[in-house]
């Protein structure tokens, strides 16, 4: 189901969205087109009431065993549906009509009826149902008749009880309730009926007094695709209705959002800006149509946006509410587009909205995208850049030389760069696939508009599936000198997960990581998860955790943290997620000092000379308005070696409310930032704080950043150069510890200061590149000698460290 409608302006969204209860799915064939109970009554100019029935479908509907029913506004105890059987079928396209009791009065007769019945309908308000089936129907409430199954059409007029959602307008005997060309039906019956002059036609095109339609065979109208679609991402002919619009079908979808693409093999334009293909959205019922068709389709021209109108997603152009008339079967398919290599500009960016600006497809890639929207493209030994998901998705490029990384994916490296190559491609079944993985010879599908990633090919087709054999990395061995530090966001981990979860993490910690000193943790939850109790305490969480990782080979860790004000730290209602500590007691030891809480900051004292912690586990400006609504930084105070070590776990707000990338806006705005570069400020004046009384202190800054190396939250950290980013001391291509719409980026960061000079730093890729993962982050790692806070003393004690290493192997 689509999260809205197809949006035709704002008077019909208003109806769409309405509350109604529902009679009867929508009809994707026979549907009643026509009511009118006035006939023979004074003043009016039929003489006989009528039903008119339709085919929007593109078969014949066979009607024997099927009924037209009648029941007055009101009904009482003892009111009954009067019946008229039918027999006989309705063209596609084309109608049927029922004539019904006769009056006294009026001028002009019916056309020819294709049945006959003796229905007495009031002028004014009634319900007429098209039920498959002859026997008397007995409901007599709108939800009484919404359980009715043999109900498939249903209409009340003036004050109806029984009716779907709210009744048509009352009538008269002059005026008759007809949809409109396009057929529509949105089970409202006062969005889908209109009064007006009645205009019974029956299954030959006779009108009243024996006229028949000049031109009984369906023509081409005098728009085509490419009319609709226009130079710009909204289309010129929005909310307007287009009649018997030509196309060829080239796909069809039966499930999620319903339709089919048409494409104009004919006449088209020759202007790049405009696509010569088109979506046709069905709403709830599957095309009848099938692939090489050659169709004449009806409806409303509508801009879909995926997320809902207010969001920052641009819009898929389609025909909505559509009817479609068959003209011919088994035609060919126009030649797909080959997409290799498009432009490597993404968007134009003019400060606000670009879906009035006209396309430019050679300089823009999205745009190039957009000018295919609705058309048949191919794609060639796609590469993977973004695995599969439970949702038939994965991403690949089409400009496989774009910053390519070693690993196949392609690294985002600046807002400047957001990689126009990347394509989410849809496909039921999707092959699991990781990052490198192709999908070699051709994958074919239309372009689309979609939620979460934007431009996509829907696919008809996939290419043969590849493995690129992508194996998750295992780091190096740390030195016996060496302090290890890492950070691993677990992703919302609580005892209820799985066990085989806390099992994968465990190994990714033990055998990836190789059992580190110290792992700063990201998203612990409290001990029942999301369950919103008012429970906080996390140690069950932190147990489990720590039991797996001992089960799998590793140290016996122990752990601190501070259990946080309830539900006041964001993340997922209920789970309370901390930032925490876990630390090999046989390597490095804690240093305690009591007094910590979710609402103490943490102090830097001088001892002795040195910077110390007033607390420790402690909370970094706790009350700071930066942190509303967010995790609070958790400082600790460390020894190894005789030598402190200050590491401070950190996990800033999201993105949540940030606009896309790709999205209508350019360049999006991004307002979380503000309040990360918040963050970071008040997690900076801290780092400073312990600087000015020790210029020699060693401070670790580890987690989720939820932000680029070259945001303006990292470059608050490092701007001043006493805290290093040590994702940059990485080869460009390289800087990444997560996949995201199959750009690699990277959220987690290891930060250090700049007296430490001799580590070795690897991000661990083990999760963000596979289908398959125990985390959606990756892991990464520091191995670092702390300093002794004198360089000349540094340099001493290194040099021994070397050769007691040296002696160790």
């Known amino acids: 189901m689509r999260p809205t409608l197809p949006g035709v302006g704002t008077a019909v969204a208003a109806l769409v969205f309405a509350a109604v209860p529902a009679v009867a799915a929508p009809s994707p064939d026979a549907l009643i087109s026509e009511v009118y109970g006035g006939g023979g009554n004074s003043g009016a100019t039929l003489k006989q009431d009528f039903v008119e029935l339709a085919n929007k479908g593109t078969s014949p509907i066979a009607l024997d065993g099927y009924s037209v029913q009648y029941i007055s ?86 004050t109806a009880v029984v009716r779907e959602g709210t009744a048509a307008a009352a009538l008269s005997n002059t005026t008759s309730a007809s949809r409109g060309t396009g057929l529509g039906d949105t089970d409202d019956n006062s969005a889908d009926f209109k009064a007006g002059d009645p205009s019974p036609t029956n299954s030959k095109g006779e009108t009243p007094g024996g006229g028949t339609p000049p031109n009984p065979d369906p023509v081409p109208g005098d728009k085509r695709i490419h009319d609709i679609q226009g130079v710009t991402r909204i289309s010129p002919l929005l909310g307007q209705k287009v009649t018997n619009v030509p196309g060829v079908v080239t796909g069809t979808r039966a499930t999620g959002d319903r339709g089919f693409w048409i494409q104009d093999t004919v006449s088209p334009d020759n202007d790049p800006r405009t696509s010569e293909g088109i979506f046709v959205y069905t709403a709830g019922s599957a095309p009848t149509v099938a692939v ?31 009817t479609t008339i068959t003209v011919s079967t088994g035609n060919p398919v126009p030649a797909p587009v080959v997409l290799k ?59 496989p030389d ?38 070699a010879g051709a994958t074919v599908g239309a372009i689309e508009y979609t939620n979460y990633g934007g431009y996509t090919l829907a696919a008809l087709s996939l290419g043969r599936h590849v493995s690129g054999n992508l194996q998750r990395e295992i780091t190096a061995p740390q030195k016996e000198s060496e302090l290890s530090v890492a950070t691993y966001n677990v992703e919302n981990l609580d005892p209820s997960d799985p066990q085989e979860k806390f099992d994968r993490l465990a190994d990714g910690v033990t055998t990836n990581l190789r059992s580190p000193d110290v792992v700063v943790l990201e998203e612990i939850q409290d001990n029942n998860g999301a369950v919103n109790d008012g429970t906080v305490a996390a140690d069950q969480t932190l147990q489990k955790f720590s039991d797996a990782i001992v089960a799998k080979g590793g140290p016996r860790y122990q752990w601190r943290q501070i259990d946080p004000e309830n539900l006041k730290d964001g993340g997922e209602p209920g789970g309370n997620i901390r930032v925490g500590f876990f630390f090999n007691p046989q390597r490095v030891s804690f240093v305690d000092r009591p007094g910590g809480d979710f609402k103490t900051p943490v102090e830097v004292v001088k001892k002795n000379g040195r910077a110390a912690l007033s607390i420790s586990p402690g909370r970094v400006d706790p009350l700071n308005d930066a942190w509303a609504n967010s995790r609070k930084p958790l400082a600790g105070e460390f020894k190894f070696r005789g030598r402190t070590v200050f590491i401070v776990a950190n996990h800033f707000n999201s993105k949540g409310g940030d606009e896309a990338m790709h999205g209508r806006n350019q360049p999006p705005t991004r307002s979380s930032e503000v309040q990360r570069t918040k963050q970071a400020t008040a997690l900076k004046a801290f780092t400073e704080q312990i600087r000015a009384i020790d210029k020699g202190a060693n401070v670790v800054l580890a ?107």
């Not at 068709?293 to 389609?318: H, I, K």
């Open 703 to 809: 987690g989720d950043l939820n932000d680029y190396q070259f945001s303006p939250a990292v470059k608050t950290l490092t701007g001043d150069g006493n805290l290093k980013a040590l994702i940059e001391t990485l080869p460009v291509s390289e800087r990444y510890s997560y996949v995201f719409e199959g750009n690699s980026q990277t959220l987690d960061h290891l930060l250090m200061s700049k007296n430490i000079t001799r580590f070795s730093y690897d991000v661990v890729h083990i999760n963000s590149e596979f289908a398959d993962q125990a985390s959606d982050h990756d892991p990464q790692i520091v191995h670092a000698r702390p300093s002794t806070g004198d360089a000349n003393v540094d340099r001493i004690v290194f040099a021994l460290e070397d050769i007691l290493d040296c002696l160790k192997k």
């Open 292 to 322: 090489g068709d050659n169709v004449l389709v009806s409806g409303t021209v509508a801009e879909y946006r995926p997320g809902g109108e207010t969001g920052s997603n641009q819009t898929l152009t389609e025909i909505a509410k559509a």
């Open 341 to 399: 290599n498009i432009p490597a500009g993404y968007l134009p960016a003019p400060g606000g909205s670009i879906e009035q600006l006209p396309l430019e497809p050679d300089k823009y890639g999205l745009d190039y995208l957009e000018s295919l929207e609705g058309t048949l493209v191919q794609v060639d030994d796609a590469r993977v850049v973004g695995p599969s998901n439970a949702f038939g998705e994965v991403w690949v490029t089409v400009n």
């Open 73 to 158: 506004a009101t009904p009482g105890a003892t009111t009954q549906w009067g019946v008229t059987p039918l027999s006989g079928s309705i063209a596609p396209g084309k109608t049927f009509l029922v004539a019904e009791a006769k009056g006294t009065g009026g001028t002009v007769d019916l056309p020819a009826p294709d049945a006959t019945g003796s229905l007495n309908m009031s002028a004014t308000g009634g319900t007429i149902a098209l039920v498959n089936g002859t026997a008397a129907l007995t409901c007599k409430t709108a939800a009484d008749c919404a359980a009715d199954t043999r109900i498939k059409d249903l209409v009340g007029y003036g």
């Open 402 to 439: 774009q910053n390519r990384n070693e690993r196949g994916g392609t690294t985002y490296t600046g807002y400047d760069q957001p990689n126009s190559g990347r394509l989410k491609i849809k496909a039921t079944p999707m092959p699991v696939s990781n990052v490198g993985d192709v999908f």
